[in-house]
């Protein structure tokens, strides 16, 4: 009886090859689909959920600098100045970021900039080759190392926000406390970051999209923040380590 089926099967792709082609492609499309389908009924739930924390930057290495620019007053007739460096195995420092410089509240003599107000620096990443998504996560985390002032953080989120044809990216704001000679992680929900434009917050009921984040930043301004926090002119110190985002439980 084998035998006769395989005769019969022989006969069958002699006079008719182009069918039992056509055949042999369904069986393996059937057979894809049935793998498939066992795939997607044993898949874990965890292959659907980012993991716990994701690092966005580190400030280890001369080239985690690299991904950051600089700003301050100066730009605009203010006397501000700032840095970021990792210092070379020098005192007070764990191989780790430190942005640091000196806030003034006055402007150049002779300036033509008509500011109104000075007396601030900040440290922006360079843009994404597109942007991050941090869908999925509640929080960013920074673990820092400060001077007792309040500083800002900012994330920058795709332009939906601001007027069509506006360039500017939108941005997102929170404070966070860095207390004085310790290393102290701070956790700011994502919830808290309010929406500014040019450093006003915008009255508007509004949520940041976070799967189009383009770049982050930290700044400090010689007035305002929390309260009891360290303020007014002069040097301004902070140690940074790293910046993740956090899935909280």
Known sequence: MDTAICDIRRAFVFFFP???RDMSRFRSLL???????????TWNIEEWVPPPERYIFKFHSKE?????HLYSDSEYGG????????PDGGKGSDGTGIFSGNLSVDLSEGSKLNISRSGFCGMRSK?????IDLD??????????GDGRCYISTIYTENWV????????NSWQA??????DRWYTAKIPLARYLPTWRGNVIDVEMEMNPGRVLGMSLSVNAEGGAVGAKSGAGDFRVEIDWIKALRMP
């Open 18 to 20: 182009s069918a039992y």
């Open 31 to 41: 057979q894809a689909s049935v793998n498939a389908t066992k795939k997607a009924f």
């Open 64 to 68: 985690d600098l690299k991904k950051w």
């Open 79 to 86: 006397l501000s100045s700032a840095s970021l460096e990792i």
């Open 127 to 131: 843009k994404f080759d597109g942007f």
């Open 136 to 145: 999925g996560y509640d929080a960013i985390a920074m673990r820092l190392r």
């Open 162 to 169: 601001n007027s069509p044809g506006q360039t500017e990216d």
């Open 175 to 180: 404070f966070v406390f860095a207390p004085k």
